[in-house]
């Protein structure tokens, strides 16, 4: 019997492209939604075929700004995936969207047609923090849809970068104590990354230095009210994105739509996935271990210490490490210290 696989649903489309964008999606304003439900609703078809009708705990509408699809659209799809699988009474339904692109009403036909957690890319509190990044929304906008959403049943999340030219210590703590004021349970906290090929990655920008990125980290982690339970994502207690989790402990998934990955496991061998015919290519164990331990060791609970783990780790360095890496309970994480210096860390760990 295959065992349960979470969802992801690639939606490219979005009204413009940020200034920092580098993820597959495109400028938009009136795509072709029929040909996009029918192409999506084929490959669910596809993977409800060749999987058969496996559990279903979380689906995820990951953009892009899923937002943008008409409702109609989102139930079409949400049925074909309630044909083809079984989706769980208490599964966790992730709608990505943008200020702007919702309102009262809208975002009311989502919840009934399934969504049950709402992502905001809100990204930052001041206007022209908003503009220099290319997005098309003011706070205003931002801070009205959040309020919607508190308003009704739906869990919600939203998403903020930091570590822009000119950003502080001082006026990201300032961020932070803003976006304590709005009563979030769940954010997300991105460090700028200039992107080749970008807009702002043409330009020739003073950005913060690596001490200065660390001290705004160490900033947020005092300033803001929520906990942190992974590298970029803070949440209340029993608030963390479902999802999210379920992948970075190594659960298999599905990814549909052009370009989306998957990690398919099928007869005790894992697949790396693309789409339903872009990519299906059998990951040896070893290197499907080392995926679970880099997404796994990006959070604060870190990994359990299985037979699979042990054969890739260097325990004695994890052992001389105790400043960067803890062991204990069958688990192992990264200290503070180690999230600070985490892609080097891993490098030194894995043989």
């Keep these: 019997m295959i065992q349960p696989h979470n969802i992801y649903i690639h939606v490219p489309f979005c009204a413009s492209k940020c200034k920092y964008c580098a993820f597959f999606s495109s400028a938009c304003a009136n795509p072709d939604w029929y040909l996009y439900t029918a192409k999506i609703c084929d490959e669910i078809k596809y993977w ?56 009262k009403k809208k975002l009311s036909d989502f919840i ?125 207690h029993g608030d963390e994105c479902r999802h999210n989790q379920n992948i970075w402990d190594g659960a298999p998934y599905i990814g549909i739509g052009r370009g989306a990955a998957g990690r398919i496991y099928i007869d005790d061998t894992w697949y790396e996935q693309m789409g339903a015919y872009e990519k299906f290519t059998p990951i040896n164990s070893h290197e499907r271990a080392t995926e679970i331990l880099i997404t796994g060791m990006r959070t604060t609970r870190g990994i359990k210490l299985t037979d699979q783990i042990k054969n890739i780790i260097d325990i004695q360095y994890a052992n001389t490490h105790p400043e960067q890496i803890t062991i204990a309970n069958g688990r192992i994480s990264a200290t503070k210290n180690g999230m600070l210096i985490l892609d080097d860390l891993l490098l030194n760990l894995v043989k």
């Design 48 to 103: 409800g075929i060749r999987l058969g009708k496996i559990s279903v705990p979380t689906v995820f509408f990951g953009g892009g700004t899923p937002s943008l699809m008409p409702t109609d659209v989102f139930d079409k799809i949400m049925s074909e995936i309630r044909k083809n699988f079984n989706i769980t009474n208490d599964a966790e339904i992730t709608l990505e969207s943008n200020p702007g692109t919702l309102n």
């Design 112 to 236: 009934s047609a399934g969504v049950n957690r709402l992502s905001v890319g809100v990204q930052r509190l001041d206007d022209k923090s908003l503009k220099f990044l290319g997005r098309v929304h003011d706070v205003k906008t931002a801070r009205n849809i959040l309020d919607i959403a508190q308003q009704m049943d739906i869990r919600l999340s939203a998403d903020f970068i930091y570590g822009l030219p000119g950003d502080t210590v001082k006026s990201v703590m300032q961020m932070c104590r803003d976006i304590n004021s709005i009563g979030l349970k769940h954010c997300s906290m991105y460090e700028l990354t200039i992107e080749e090929n970008t807009p702002l990655g043409k330009m020739n920008l003073n950005m913060p230095t690596n001490d200065e990125m660390a001290d705004m980290y160490n900033a947020i982690d005092e300033t803001l009210i929520l906990p942190r339970y992974e590298v970029s994502n803070y949440a209340a």
